[in-house]
């Protein structure tokens, strides 16, 4: 067991890690039929800063949602966007009220898609 004061201590102390740096490398989920469908205009504001962030069940919620707009998608139509940001770019205080609800899930907000340079696109 640790203390949720610890963990966000913890948080904070990463999250002031992240804040030196210039830009940093994170990563989405997203489901798609195929790469191009993708809308790389709309990328949304939450990621991930270590593929080993993604869970099972973020994953099913994320799939969960996916097939309310799209009936014809799959488990496996799952894809990775890796984008590069600026750190002024984080919300941080976003990122830390998300963390204190879903401790489980260490999510980096960001404050405006079109900052973002889009890496790479694969499949999960």
Do not use: C
């Not at 890690?17 to 989405?28: D, M, Q, V």
């Amino acid at each position: 067991w640790v203390e949720p004061e610890e963990l966000l201590n913890d948080k904070i102390k990463t999250l002031k890690k992240i804040s030196k740096k210039s830009e940093i490398k994170l990563y989405r989920l997203v489901y798609s039929k195929s790469k191009t469908d993708i809308d790389t205009k709309k990328i949304g504001h939450h990621f991930v800063g270590d593929l080993d962030d993604f869970h099972e069940q973020m994953i099913d919620y994320l799939y969960y949602n996916a097939k309310k707009e799209n009936k014809k998608l799959q488990k496996d139509d799952l894809w990775v966007i890796e984008i590069k940001t600026p750190t002024n770019n984080i919300d941080y205080y976003e990122t830390i009220l998300t963390f204190s609800l879903h401790p489980n899930e260490d999510e980096i907000t960001i404050i405006d898609d079109k900052k973002v340079k889009i890496v790479n696109i694969f499949k999960y």
